[in-house]
């Protein structure tokens, strides 16, 4: 189905599509040429070792900026439950196209041992469905102080990122969840004070390091937290002994959960690691729709555990491997009852025009249903491999993310290539299967493909 | 007879530790000589394909004692702000983006090119390797230096060096399978000033990169007194702090 659903869809957009992809893939020769291009065609025994190098100077400002121009396709499933819960109508066209420009620029003023620091990204999008949108947003901007390298406060809005998984990282109590689509991407702090003490010591554990935590809640910042003020205690104890890095985390509130968590990394080998982390929040609230849409809760302690390995071959071959139990996610059987409202709901509104049931389900679906890793046990695999078949500066990967409840499933080739210093391309396509009643195969959309253009000054 | 073998026998046993003694002892003095015990420097990281393209990296680095050493990268402006450090065989990657340090492994590489983490992150050869025998050709010792375990990145080198000022000229890197992996070419030896005289370039090649070598290139190498908390998780990203 989903092989017939793509070449339809492609059919129907076949000119946007091809031309979409032709003005892409003809980025990657002409800019490789211009790369050979502009290089000293030079043998090395001629190049000029000068020993003044002129980044040395230090200033006390800094400036940094990367532009990203990204083109998304997305397939969308007409049959999927997603679709038709945001659909209902259906679409005449089924391919959506979004073009997006993002600027993030990061600057930093010191001062002694004061050190201002702001990173702010402005958005520009354009979309078949809603034309341009516009947003800026401050992912950070705090204020530091460090009096010696074993002391530092810092205030303002900061990420604050714990754990040790790649894809998911369940003891981070103080971080937005990360977008699994682009785990490495930055993201967005919240307000808070935060310090760090560190002590190295001859002993067997050579460093111990303290991170105390306030977060305070109020109706203008960090108001996604609680509906009520309160100031969220947190803080995290590492040591490093025995070769092994090891965390202990906590968060103590009012009305926000109480969360413990732990995390460890270790090399095992020269090209072998091995990390893990678990958390425990308490009395965790969970609601849960039925078929009918009647919302329950259900309080428990929830429990969340991921390990995971990185491994890299002899040829250069890196292998990224997680399971993740997630506490907190729905059962199969909860997913279905959710599914199955969805059916009801657009069942009813073809029937009788009667949209209560599919406003419900949406309703659930944006606080919970429809985000990701929604589910108990996910496997997360990333093969990347540098520059194969000797073609320079280019890395090939390939993404699966399995859902071990329902069996379905999330693969995602792509090619990262930076042909030239400060500049890269990146392709990515993300093809989703699954049966009914399933996460991956009632999403809105059958694949996605991305392809983006970053350029750092 | 068998008295006299027993004697030379003996005399065998007691000659072999001697040599590796004098070995081991001359690789100290090695160290010492490329760096003193706590200092900094800025490193220029040339990478040259074989079509002659060029991928420069400006990094600034600390190293205190045997075994810790934490970079930052200067430039380009991709780069900029990422951090590692290392302690003994321990290695972790800082990239502002990810905003958490994460552990690597020595025979990746943050760079790309011939050089991979454990030449980038270099420590004294001293504390990752054993001599197994000295030979002297000329004016030059050969150390035969064998790995103290196996998460050192190489598992034997053949180290050449001046008889004179106790300097490497060349080393060559060798798998546990007897392979050559790269080797390090050491030249253009500069006074840096404050006692510290050393080779300013390193350039490698190797077999698996036919065609491909890369180049470093030391200034500004300097002694810093530093304490032990530059070389933690936590400081990962405020390395830069300490120029």
Known sequence: MFFTHLSQSCKCNLKKYTFFLLCFFLIFPAISMCGYAGAEDKPSDAIDLEFEIPEVEKKPYEFRAELKVLETVKGLDE?????????????????????????????????????????????????????????????????????????????????????????????????????????????????????????????????????????????????????????????????????????????????????????????????????????????????????????????????????????????????????????????????????????????????????????????????????????????????????????????????????????????????????????????????????????????????????????YF | MKKIILLLLICQLLVVPVFALDGNEMLRKVDRNLNPESFEMYRKLINIEPNGSKKEFVMYSVKKGRDKIASVFLSPASEKGRSTLRVGENMWLYIPNVGKPIRITSLQSVTGGVFNNSDIMRIDYSAEYNCDKVEDVEKEHILYLKAKTKSVAYDRVKMWVDGKSLLPLKIECFASSGMLIKTLYFKQVKDFGGGVVRPAVIETDSPLYKGYKSIIIFAKVKTKDLPDEVFTLNYMSKVENLR
């Open chain 1, 79 to 455: 049959d999927s439950l997603i679709f038709r819960q945001k659909y209902p109508d259906g679409l005449d066209d089924k391919t959506l196209y979004q073009t997006d420009l993002d600027l993030k620029v990061e600057g930093s003023y010191q001062a002694k041992i004061a050190k201002l620091y702001a990173r702010l990204k402005e958005n520009l999008s354009y979309n078949d469905e809603e034309a341009w949108e516009n947003y800026l947003r401050t992912e950070e901007v705090y204020v530091s102080l460090q009096p010696s390298p074993s002391i530092s406060l810092d205030a303002g809005k900061k990420v604050l990122k714990w754990g040790k998984g790649y894809a998911w990282n369940p003891a981070a109590f103080f971080s937005r969840p990360k977008d699994l689509d682009d785990p490495d991407a930055t993201m967005e702090g919240y307000y808070v004070v935060s310090g760090d003490l560190i002590k190295s010591m001859d002993s067997p554990v050579k460093t111990i390091a303290l991170t105390p935590v306030i977060l305070p809640i109020s109706k203008n910042i960090n108001h996604e937290w609680a509906t009520k003020k309160e100031i969220v205690w947190g803080g995290k104890i590492y040591f490093f002994t025995l070769d092994t890095d090891l965390d202990l985390m906590f968060l103590l509130g009012k009305e926000v959960n109480d969360c413990f968590g732990f995390s460890f990394s270790k090399n095992i080998s020269v090209n072998f690691e091995i990390h893990g982390e678990t958390a425990i929040v308490l009395d965790y609230v969970k609601h849960i729709t039925d078929k009918q849409g009647n919302l329950t809760e259900k309080k428990y302690d929830a429990k969340d555990f991921l390990f995971g390995i990185r491994y890299l071959t002899a040829r250069d071959t890196t292998y990224i491997l997680e399971y993740y139990r997630n506490g907190q996610g729905y059962t199969e059987d909860e997913m279905k009852d959710y599914f199955s409202l969805i059916q009801a709901g657009y069942d009813d509104y073809i029937s009788s025009q009667n949209m209560g049931d599919l406003i419900a389900s949406r309703g659930y679906g944006s606080q919970s249903y429809n985000k990701q890793t929604v589910m108990r046990d996910y496997l997360y695999l990333k093969v990347s491999q540098k520059e194969p078949f000797e073609i320079l500066y280019l890395t090939p990967a390939l993404t699966c993310i399995y859902n071990i409840n329902d069996k379905s499933a999330s693969i995602a080739p792509q090619m990262t290539y930076t042909p030239i210093t400060n500049l890269e391309l990146d392709f990515k396509a993300t093809f989703l299967f699954g049966k009914d009643y399933t996460e991956y195969g009632e999403k809105i959309n059958d694949y996605k493909i991305l392809a983006s253009v970053k350029y």
